[in-house]
């Protein structure tokens, strides 16, 4: 059930993805802007409050309070580098280092440990999501996105284990409200730069009905992905709920290609030849990583 709780999950958040994609080139271009109205959103979680949300000592929420901060300043990494590379090379590329960070600080912080299945499954699909985002022509605007992708991964990192660390000493509800509202407060510090408080202001003030439309259908699916992960990482293991982001980059790797070959225009994606032929070979090493856990 939880697999198939994930697999859902990271379709929702593919879906997600290439909307996001979509607005940040043609319509939002400050990642501020985007970051501050997804945190704000995150508030409609506490619809769930009546169902357990309650206390937590000091010592919990300062670690909720540090989960909360670094998945803000995660998402505003993660838009930052979509501003300057393509969809389906940043969110793989992200989606391969963040569960080595999570990996990393479960291991120390929660003492969690992958049993041997589950470990040649973490590795096959992590290494899956990097050939997707491989590249041997790196120019300036790559190498940017990089930093802000690696930038990304390590908060997500940091977010994620922290997340199952709250899971594990309170209820679900309770510590998924107390994530929304820290995650709120993260992003209101981005209020604090001048140019953010005018992009944001700005942004008032440009009402297209179709931009709100995709706005919309972007953050519900988002919105929807992110509860049901969190929902995962309460079950089971959160490197491998991380891992398997993979999933994800295959519903997002035929999203675009689809895209690519009606809309070629829309996300200005790279679809043809030794590329395509990549990531396929990519979807083939996730499937073998799936197979483990099947």
Known sequence: ???????????????????????????????????????????????????????????????????????????FALFKALTYNETSRITPLIGGLSPIFVFLFSYFILSERLAQNQFFAFVLIVLGTFVIAYSNKATNSDKKSYAWALLSAT????AYTLAKYIFGVTTFVNGFVWLRLTSFLGGMFLLMSPSN???????????????????????VSG???????????????????????????????VMVLILSIYYPNI???????????????????IGFGLSFLV
Not at 155 to 158: D, I, P, S
Not at 267 to 285: P, S, T, W
């Open 267 to 285: 996300l200005e994606e790279k679809m043809r030849g030794r590329v395509l032929a990549q990531k396929i070979i990519a979807i083939v090493l």
């Open 1 to 75: 059930m939880w697999l198939i709780i994930v697999i859902v999950a990271y379709f929702l958040n593919a879906l997600s993805a290439v909307v996001d994609k979509f607005l940040l080139t043609k319509k939002i271009p400050q990642p501020a802007v985007y970051t501050l109205a997804i945190v704000t959103l995150g508030l409609f979680g506490l619809v769930l409050a009546p169902w357990g949300f309650g206390y937590i000592s000091p010592f919990n929420f300062n670690i909720a309070l540090i989960g909360g901060f670094a998945y803000s300043f995660a998402l």
């Open 155 to 158: 908060l997500f990192g940091v």
């Open 223 to 253: 919105s929807a992905s992110f509860l049901l992960i969190n929902y995962a990482i309460s079950l089971v293991s959160v490197t491998l709920v991380n891992a398997l982001q993979g999933v994800q980059y295959v519903f997002l790797l």
């Open 197 to 219: 408080r005018s992009a944001i202001w700005q942004s008032f003030h440009q009402k297209e009905a179709r931009t709100g439309g995709l706005f919309l259908l972007g953050q």
